[in-house]
């Protein structure tokens, strides 16, 4: 059995439920929070995540970071050697979508010249009526960067355990960025 950690960084705007997001995969989808405070720097979710179909395991450490401008200069430090990226947009937001590509840039600049894995995820999606970013534009433009594309809507509680399940299986064939940690120790 193998144990892997891995730090994952939550990123994109404000508001668009990072927090809310990290918080329901802590819980396994039992508990969402309805009212949440402004994130300052990065708020720290750790979970261990078995590999389907193996008996190996992530600990992920995901980094719930501030969407704000205002903490930008502290994610530098807190973002350093990245091992997976979730970027979150909201669905009825076509800025916050847009603004993934700077998340993207900057998350990816923590590790220049390594490939970064990772998925973008289009939350609110229980708010259809007011929708406006399109799941076939998302895909391509997650496509075009590598990276997997998921929508969930956290309200609902629906939040897609393989978009995680995903990540982690990928996450047993890369070496360099993760400490291995035989059997717990």
Do not use: I, M
């Given at each position: 059995m193998v144990k892997l950690a891995a730090k994952c960084i939550l990123a994109g705007d404000p508001a668009v439920g990072k927090t809310a997001l990290a918080q329901l995969f802590r819980s396994d989808g039992t508990h969402f929070q309805k009212n949440y405070t402004l994130t300052t720097g990065v708020d720290l979710v750790v979970k261990t995540v078995p590999v389907p179909d193996t008996g190996d395991s992530v600990e992920l450490f995901i980094f719930d970071s501030a969407g704000k401008e205002l903490f930008s200069e502290m994610l530098d430090k807190l973002w350093?050697?990245?091992?997976?990226?979730?970027?979150?947009?909201?669905?009825?937001?076509?800025?916050?979508f847009t603004n993934c590509s700077k998340w993207l840039e900057k998350a990816r600049s923590q590790i220049p010249g390594t490939t970064l894995p990772g998925v973008l995820?289009?939350?609110?999606?229980?708010?259809?009526?007011?929708?406006?970013v399109d799941m076939a534009q998302a895909q391509a433009w997650a496509l075009g960067q590598g990276l997997e594309c998921f929508e969930t809507s956290v309200v609902s509680k629906d939040v897609r355990e393989t978009m995680i399940c995903h990540q982690t299986k990928g996450l047993l064939s890369l070496a360099s960025p993760l400490a291995h940690l035989e059997d717990g120790s």
């Open positions: 350093e050697s990245p091992s997976v990226l979730c970027l979150v947009y909201d669905v009825t937001s076509e800025q916050s995820v289009g939350n609110k999606t229980d708010l259809a009526g007011r929708r406006v």
